[in-house]
């Protein structure tokens, strides 16, 4: 059973913008104006839904739902893609009885294409009358794309002062993204919901922090899409008050659910079948770290070798010397699975690609480098890449 935090609806249907039977529209509904947050997309061509919502959340901080289309991304349309948005928001404002500048509006989908509004005009009503007979798992389905399997996840939190006996808190998140997957954030779409009561100021700072930890630390392909967006909603009908000399409470359990999303849109990445986990340290500091961290996840070469169970250290090694952090080589160590590969400038002598044989053909695949340089370290998932994610871009549109 997954648990809803109180306040909270859900909404989906079938408008039929991915031409299919499938949902492809929904809402969260909140009874009552919850507090807001929101983390975009550092893309320099934002999509209309990302600069609504964030014109939305400088407003007020509060919203009353958020509404998510998948199928049109309503990215890269110009002027009139700002005037569909916002009229599309309007009727499901008109819809839902609230005032369209209280619903975040997320989109996904094909860039480059307008949206129909006359299926919005068709939908909006029947995603309105929805609300409240779906479950969260409708919501998930109907903003998935090409998604294998639907991203939920939870924290229950208790031990919070409130009006009553001050919990049980819950945190539920969900999200949608497998493929054009690297941070600032990811080709990704979440929205995270409590039922504590949070300011907006302390909630921003919560989801922040929440989300650099979490989906700014994950690879599939090195793209930064254009709709990117993480909410988070805190309802306040649990009647627990997250202050900030509490906030470290809900914000490990923010961050928990974040990080679990994160590494199941990793592990989903498009024809992906392993999850690498690359830890640096070592490094002269964090920038450092974190430089040669996301090189190595962006390597296709790294990437290849991986998918192909080949513990060809060497690509890492290469990785790291093109990255751009400072180091000296031969202080410089890798491991894959903890086996030492190699470490003063040198190949480690003995049987270590056989004993890597085993490790390959795991799940998770473990990647370490301590540049032996100072204190900085940095830690990213990646998935591999293989045949399927060819074919999946290839033929995205046609």
Known sequence: MIPIPKGFAFGAVCAGFKNSQKLDLGAVVCEKDASAAGVFTKNAFPAAPVLVAQEALEKSGTARAVCINSGQANAATGERGMVDCKLSMEMMGGALGVSEESILPCSTGVIGVPMDMGKWRDAAPKLAESVGSCS??????????TDAFPKLAWARVTGLPGNGDGGPVHVLGIAKGAGMICPNMATMLSVVMTDAEVEPELLREI??????????????DGDTSTNDTVFLLASGAAGARVERENKA???????????????????DGEGATKVIRISVTGAKDTDDAEKVARTIAKSPLVKTAVYGKDPNWGRILCAVGYSGATFNPDHVSITMGNIPLFRNGQPVEG???LLLAPHMRRQDVEIGVDLGAGNGVYEVLASDLGHEYIRINAEYTS
Not at 136 to 145: G, H, L, N, Q, Y
Not at 207 to 220: C, G, P, Q, T
Not at 249 to 267: F, H, K, R
Request: charged residues 20%; contains cysteine; hydrophobic residues 60%.
């Open 207 to 220: 989801l922040k922090e929440s989300v650099d930890i979490s989906f700014n630390r994950i690879v599939v």
């Open 136 to 145: 969260a798992m409708d919501f998930t389905r109907a903003i998935m794309t």
């Open 249 to 267: 409470v809900l914000a490990e359990a923010v961050a928990e659910v974040c990080q679990a999303l994160a590494y199941m849109i990793a592990e």
């Open 351 to 353: 049987q270590a690609k």
